[in-house]
T-cell receptor, first 114, second 111 residues
């Protein structure tokens, strides 16, 4: 997990509150991803970015927004949190996965929405 | 979207036993990856496979990229307690930049 840092690691939100998860990587990676992990469902892609200033939707983008203003940072925002967004969130990055470069994961952010 | 089925969902084995798990896809992949996740941690890459038929080892772990390009297998030989964790397969379609993950196999090793 070296090189990919997520903050915060734990957070409890009330329904309707907003928050931002920050992912930072110091490996000069072009590609960055946000996944959520729920029991028995593996990792599902929320949004991803193929470079600074770009973002794209993944499998489960609803209720989330992202921004990639700087190459090293990928922010995941929840504008109005819902209990269904209680999950563990993982950020990942890669130089160029199309060339087989390894995708590195952060250590996860545990979010509970009450 | 593509489906990736991983089995078994969980395994309970004795230390020293061998373990096998597999993933099948409804789509053709050009890359198969196997990750392990320890409690409270992010997934860590174990083995990467880039070619149909490829067989790759990493210590006691061996993984294979299926000839049909729609499946992959992971074997762990002589399991030890620290093998406990969740194992995920992941696949990537040709020219794709996104990974699709399996649902994971929870491995428990009894000493």
């Amino acid at each position: 997990n070296a090189g990919v840092t997520q903050t915060p690691k734990f957070r409890v939100l009330k329904t309707g509150q907003s928050m931002t998860l920050l992912c930072a990587q110091d490996m000069n990676h072009e590609y960055m991803y946000w996944y959520r992990q729920d029991p028995g469902m593996g990792l599902r892609l929320i949004h991803y970015s193929v470079g600074e200033g770009t973002t794209a939707k993944g499998e489960v983008p609803d209720g989330y927004n992202v921004s990639r203003l700087k190459k090293q940072n990928f922010l995941l925002g929840l504008e109005s949190a819902a209990p269904s967004q209680t999950s563990v969130y993982f950020c990942a990055s890669s130089y160029d996965p199309r060339r087989g470069n390894t995708i590195y994961f952060g250590e996860g952010s545990w979010l509970t929405v009450v | 979207g593509q489906q990736l089925n991983q089995s078994p969902q969980s395994m309970f084995i004795q230390e020293g036993e061998d373990v096998s798990m597999n993933c099948t896809s409804s789509s053709i992949f050009n890359t198969w990856l196997w990750y392990k996740q320890d409690p409270g941690e992010g997934p860590v890459l174990l083995i990467a496979l880039y070619k149909a038929g490829e067989l790759t080892s990493n210590g006691r772990l061996t993984a294979q990229f299926g000839i049909t390009r729609k499946d992959s297998f992971l074997n762990i030989s002589a399991s030890i307690p620290s093998d406990v964790g969740i194992y995920f397969c992941a696949g990537r379609e040709t020219s794709g930049s996104r990974l699709t993950f399996g649902e994971g196999t929870q491995l428990t090793v009894n000493p």
